[in-house]
C-alpha cells in the first residue's frame, strides 16, 4: 500500500471505507489515511459516492466525524466476522443497525421502480448515511461471498474478490503480494534465517 493518499483498491466504496485506515491489524504501524471533513469530501466524490465535491464552507462539526468513524469502526468489525465466519460482534451490529435506521429516516425515496434510497449528497452526515445504506447493500447481496481480506501480515485491507477462482489474495500484488515474494525469495535464499 502507497504510504499516505487513501487507496481504492477495495472493489466497493464501503471496502475503501474500511481500509481508510493502512496497516489496519498492526497496532504499531494503523495509521488514517483521511484526517478532516474536507479530506472526506474529497474521498466521498473519488470513492464515487458523491457525485462532486458540495460548493460552500463545509461547518466544522466533530461530531459528525466522530459519527463516521464510529460507523467504519463498526463496518471494521462486521467485515472481520464475515471473513472469518463469525457473528458479528453485537456492539458493532447495534452501530450498524442504528446508522441504517438513521440513514432510511433521512433518505430520499423517489417513486420510481427499481426501488432505491437517496441519500443527501451534501456533509459528513449525508456520507455516513450513503455508506450505511451501501453497506447494507453489499452485506444483503452476492457480493458479500466475494469480500476477503489481504493476506499481508499486518495490511488487513479488505477487497471484492473478481477472480474466477475466488484465489486473490493480496491488496495489491505489487504491494503485499511483493512483499510476500521477497520474504519467500529470502527464505530460500537464507534458509538458516529466522530459525
Ligand atoms: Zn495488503
Not at 463545509?58 to 466522530?66: F, N, T
Not at 463498526?74 to 442504528?98: I, K, Q, T, Y
Not at 438513521?102 to 448515511?129: I, K, M, S, Y
Request: hydrophobic share 45%; aromatic share 6%.
Amino acid at each position: 500500500m502507497s504510504e499516505k493518499q487513501p487507496s481504492f483498491i477495495g472493489g466497493h466504496p464501503v471496502l475503501d471505507f474500511v481500509n481508510t485506515v493502512a496497516w489496519r491489524t498492526e497496532p504499531a504501524r494503523r495509521a488514517e489515511r483521511v484526517s478532516d471533513a474536507a479530506g472526506w469530501l474529497r474521498w466521498a466524490v473519488t470513492a464515487e459516492v458523491f457525485p462532486a465535491v458540495p460548493d460552500g464552507e463545509l461547518p466544522v462539526d466533530d461530531a459528525e466525524l466522530a459519527e463516521l468513524v464510529a460507523l467504519r469502526d463498526a463496518l471494521e468489525a462486521v467485515l472481520d466476522a464475515l471473513v472469518d465466519g463469525e457473528a458479528p460482534p453485537a456492539p458493532a451490529w447495534r452501530a450498524l443497525r442504528l446508522a441504517l435506521l438513521r440513514a432510511r429516516e433521512a433518505a430520499a425515496l423517489p417513486p420510481v421502480l427499481p426501488l432505491r434510497w437517496e441519500p443527501g449528497t451534501r456533509d459528513l452526515t449525508d456520507l455516513c448515511h450513503a455508506l450505511a445504506l451501501r453497506a447494507e447493500e453489499l452485506l444483503s447481496g452476492p457480493a458479500a461471498s466475494r469480500v476477503r481480506r489481504c493476506a499481508g501480515p499486518g495490511c488487513g485491507w479488505f477487497f471484492l474478490d473478481r477472480t474466477r477462482a475466488g484465489t486473490r489474495r493480496w491488496c495489491s500484488s505489487g504491494d503485499c503480494g511483493n512483499r510476500d515474494r521477497a520474504r519467500r525469495h529470502y527464505a530460500r535464499t537464507h534458509p538458516t534465517a529466522g530459525r
